[in-house]
């Protein structure tokens, strides 16, 4: 079946660096969605992105949809703390049943 | 506008034990789903509703029951719970059917099975 895998699994960085992670699947995807979920809470959506190419920012919060369909990226610039949190990109399955599937997550620390 | 609610935040069951999680939204959505969130597993699909009266499984649906006899409503039942259902569950809720609609989610619901 389809599977998103997100890279970094995790990673520590210093207040002000630059982030980068992945997300990328060996299946088409349409739609790509990107999450941040705070400890103890439910998911938030961050940025959603419909076409390939696309580039889609959100403040510091820079989405792309890449061009083979099968990857996306997101880049965070200047990282804060509150930044802290777990990423999750997400697609709907192509079977049409209306389903999403969702990464695994990357786990964000910033180190202040 | 309280978006996606979910009740209770926290609940610890007994092997075997029945409960229902719920869950409602004010937001007059069609397509409401259940996840399960394990860790370093993502969120995972028990089952979804994309009306009242119609539900369907998801990836994980054992173990769980649902129904959808209003819109704003879809709560699910663990009929006779086992540890493996320890977990944190989410509701979610979108406007549309179409899947590039982007999701709601709850604030989840923190069980543990003993």
Known sequence: GQQLNQSPQ??????????SMNCTS?????T?????????EGPVLLI???????????GRLTAQFGITRKDSFLNISASI???VGIYFCAGPTTSGTYKYIFGTGTRLKVLA | ?????QTPKFQVLKT??????????????EYMSWYRQDPGMGLRLIHYSVGAGITDQGEVPNG?????STTEDFPLRLLSAAPSQTSVYFCASRMGLWENQPQHFGDGTRLSIL
């Open chain 1, 10 to 19: 995790s990673m520590f960085i210093q207040e002000g660096e630059d982030v």
């Open chain 1, 26 to 30: 060996s299946s088409i995807f349409n």
């Open chain 1, 32 to 40: 790509w969605l990107w999450y941040k979920q705070d400890p103890g």
């Open chain 1, 48 to 58: 959603a992105l419909y076409k390939a190419g696309e580039l889609t920012s959100n």
């Open chain 1, 81 to 83: 703390p509150s930044d």
């Open chain 2, 1 to 5: 506008n309280a978006g996606v609610t």
């Open chain 2, 16 to 29: 075997g034990q029945s409960m229902t999680l719920q869950c409602a939204q004010d937001m007059n959505h």
């Open chain 2, 64 to 68: 769980y029951n649902v129904s959808r």
